[in-house]
T-cell receptor
Framework: AQSVTQPDIHITVSEGASLELRCNYS??????LFWYVQSPGQGLQLLLK??????LVQGIKGFEAEFKRSQSSFNLRKPSVHWSDAAEYFC?????????FGAGTRLAVHP | EAGVAQSPRYKIIEKRQSVAFWCNPI?????LYWYQQILGQGPKLLIQ????????DSQLPKDRFSAERLKGVDSTLKIQPAKLEDSAVYLC????????FGQGTRLTVV
């Protein structure tokens, strides 16, 4: 079965600083990869996805992610964080026709 | 893009009571999921349907949880009897590989 690991439970950055959230997956082939964001009391919003092709994918709100097959990783990045980016971020994987989520990384942004 | 409506949005019940959640796809897709999201955790897949049939229910506590999908469209998830640890947000989603999520039902068991 596939699995998803988000090593960082909680990250705090200053507004304007760069951000990288880590995601590693376990699956025998190349899975479909996703990043979702969830603000308190809100539903899950898709930030970006990777299916195939260019390994650097652009998403909404200025986020991007890079798929690295050799490292089984799909890290999320943003060059300059805004206070409104404070939320919970989930990496997710589709493998064996099943969508599985990581435990999430909670992002706090200092003014 | 698939739209997903869930009801109710909030529910408070006492332990040992029963509760039902509804998922009404605004537009159709063959794959439908129910997830349980406990506060501070990632969504956990409870059950996955492909049309009317169950594809995966390996993490569904079948002694108390049940789910069905009617005519490959609407779906219900039921808990009977509820326990305190069932307090969570229950999310319905449609689509594979990209899934579209409803707003969820927040269940509090007291």
């Amino acid at each position: 079965a596939q699995s998803v690991t988000q090593p960082d439970i909680h990250i705090t950055v200053s507004e304007g600083a760069s951000l990288e959230l880590r995601c590693n997956y376990s699956y025998g082939a190349t899975p479909y990869l996703f990043w979702y964001v969830q603000s308190p009391g809100q539903g899950l919003q898709l930030l970006l996805k990777y299916f195939s092709g260019d390994t650097l994918v652009q998403g909404i709100k200025g986020f991007e992610a890079e798929f690295k097959r050799s490292q089984s990783s799909f890290n999320l990045r943003k060059p300059s964080v805004h206070w409104s980016d404070a939320a919970e971020y989930f990496c997710a994987v589709v493998g064996y026709n099943k969508l599985i989520f990581g435990a999430g990384t909670r992002l706090a942004v200092h003014p | 893009e698939a739209g997903v409506a869930q009801s109710p949005r909030y529910k408070i019940i006492e332990k040992r009571q029963s509760v039902a959640f509804w998922c009404n796809p605004i537009s159709g897709h063959a794959t439908l999921y129910w997830y349980q999201q406990i506060l501070g955790q990632g969504p956990k897949l409870l059950i996955q349907f492909q049309n009317n049939g169950v594809v995966d229910d390996s993490q569904l506590p079948k002694d108390r949880f049940s789910a069905e999908r009617l005519k490959g469209v609407d779906s219900t998830l039921k808990i009977q009897p509820a326990k305190l640890e069932d307090s969570a947000v229950y999310l319905c989603a449609l689509g594979l590989p990209e899934a579209f999520f409803g707003q969820g039902t927040r269940l509090t068991v007291v």
